[in-house]
């Protein structure tokens, strides 16, 4: 099997870019180690604070992602991939220097949305997605979780905690989404599939991460 060289934009936060990782080992249906890609990754857990950037109050992290874009690119990266929704309201930095090298985690969670004959689908994200509003350029109603509850849980999973209170918790989120009509839900936020599986969820769950896992392994295709 070859593939082109994979570069990943990562450390938003840790665990989510070892997630990815992860994601893309499974995905690559190999039998042996050399049918693996070869994968560069840049796991910067220093980039910038999305939510704050947003907000105007902290510095952007557009120039620290295109600077770890042009670096991967330049170790020999040919597909680029950023596990992090929020991180992609600074994706043309990154486009600037990739251009259609990099794989959009946006794009693929909406296409993998659309494939249910979704009429509204629900998002569970940070502030700085929803502010950024990334997820509107879907072709249905969008409608978000409660970022006062999904904050706090996503702090306590990039704190380490994935234990069944945050699980639970996770899944009374997705509960409320469905409640108020939405009949595909997205995992908006690479922290969230790490307590929030398919089970625990009455309509189907659309992993962000899985999604850009699978687009960024047909990218690196060759054969």
């Given at each position: 099997?070859?593939?082109?060289?994979?570069?990943?934009?990562?450390?938003?936060?840790?665990?989510?870019?070892?997630?990815?990782?992860?994601?893309?080992?499974?995905?690559?249906?190999?039998?042996?180690?050399?049918?693996?890609?070869?994968?560069?990754?840049?796991?910067?857990?220093?980039?910038?604070d999305r939510n704050a950037a947003i907000a105007g109050t902290g510095p952007s992290p557009g120039p620290v992602l295109a600077g770890m874009a042009a670096n991967l690119l330049a170790q020999g990266a040919e597909v680029l991939a950023m596990p992090c929704n929020a991180?992609?309201?600074?994706?043309?930095?990154?486009?600037?220097?990739?251009?259609?090298?990099?794989?959009?985690?946006?794009?693929?969670?909406?296409?993998?949305?659309?494939?249910?004959?979704?009429?509204?689908?629900?998002?569970?994200?940070?502030?700085?997605?929803?502010?950024?509003?990334?997820?509107?350029?879907?072709?249905?109603?969008?409608?978000?979780?409660?970022?006062?509850?999904?904050?706090?849980?996503?702090?306590?999973?990039?704190?380490?905690?994935?234990?069944?209170?945050?699980?639970?918790?996770?899944?009374?989120?997705?509960?409320?989404?469905?409640?108020?009509?939405?009949?595909?839900?997205?995992?908006?936020?690479?922290?969230?599939?790490?307590?929030?599986?398919?089970?625990?969820?009455?309509?189907?769950?659309?992993?962000?991460?899985?999604?850009?896992?699978?687009?960024?392994?047909?990218?690196?295709?060759?054969?």
């Amino acid at each position: 099997m070859r593939w082109r060289t994979i570069g990943v934009i990562g450390g938003m936060g840790p665990a989510a870019t070892a997630d990815f990782m992860a994601r893309l080992v499974a995905g690559a249906n190999a039998a042996r180690d050399a049918d693996h890609p070869r994968v560069l990754i840049d796991s910067n857990p220093h980039v910038p604070d999305r939510n704050a950037a947003i907000a105007g109050t902290g510095p952007s992290p557009g120039p620290v992602l295109a600077g770890m874009a042009a670096n991967l690119l330049a170790q020999g990266a040919e597909v680029l991939a950023m596990p992090c929704n929020a991180a992609h309201g600074w994706a043309n930095d990154v486009r600037a220097v990739a251009g259609k090298r990099f794989v959009d985690i946006i794009d693929t969670a909406i296409a993998a949305a659309m494939q249910h004959n979704t009429r509204r689908i629900g998002v569970i994200a940070i502030g700085a997605t929803l502010d950024g509003r990334l997820y509107d350029r879907a072709s249905v109603p969008v409608i978000a979780a409660d970022r006062v509850l999904v904050q706090p849980l996503v702090n306590s999973i990039k704190g380490g905690d994935t234990g069944p209170a945050v699980a639970t918790a996770m899944a009374a989120i997705a509960a409320g989404l469905v409640a108020d009509g939405a009949d595909v839900i997205i995992a908006a936020c690479t922290e969230v599939p790490l307590v929030l599986g398919a089970s625990a969820v009455a309509v189907p769950l659309i992993d962000a991460t899985a999604a850009l896992a699978s687009a960024t392994l047909a990218a690196a295709r060759l054969g």
